[in-house]
């Protein structure tokens, strides 16, 4: 059974930082590109970050210098980490484990919340 089960997520002020971790089981998590995508109130899911399997990274242009995706193959898990919150970061973020176009799994997401 796969699961993806994402932490870390919280309530943080503007130009704060948090550390979302997602932790894997049930695949083999070295050979799957992981992403982290998130959905903000009233609007579609969209991608924050990526990485491959072979550790390339790739981030949209909203997150470039302030969201850096890591993983570590050894604990099956998968970071993101947040700097210079906006309360537009706001969204609940989910973890997204791929491999090629035949497999895809989510995680149960994780709310943050950027306010004063």
């Known amino acids: 059974q796969v699961q993806l089960v994402e932490s870390g997520g919280g309530l943080v002020q503007p130009g704060g930082s948090l550390r979302l971790s997602c932790a894997a089981s049930g695949i083999i998590f070295k050979l799957y590109t992981m992403a982290w995508y998130r959905q903000g109130p009233g609007k579609q899911r969209e991608l924050v970050a990526g990485?491959?399997?072979?550790?390339?990274?790739n981030y949209p242009a909203s997150a470039t210098g302030r969201f850096t995706i890591s993983r570590d193959n050894a604990k099956n898990t998968m970071y993101l980490q947040m700097n210079s919150l906006k309360p537009e970061d706001t969204a609940v973020y989910y973890c997204?484990?791929?491999?090629?176009?035949?497999?895809?799994?989510w995680g149960q997401g994780t709310q943050v919340t950027v306010s004063s």
């Open positions: 990485i491959s399997s072979n550790n390339r990274t």
């Open positions: 997204n484990a791929a491999f090629g176009l035949a497999r895809a799994y």
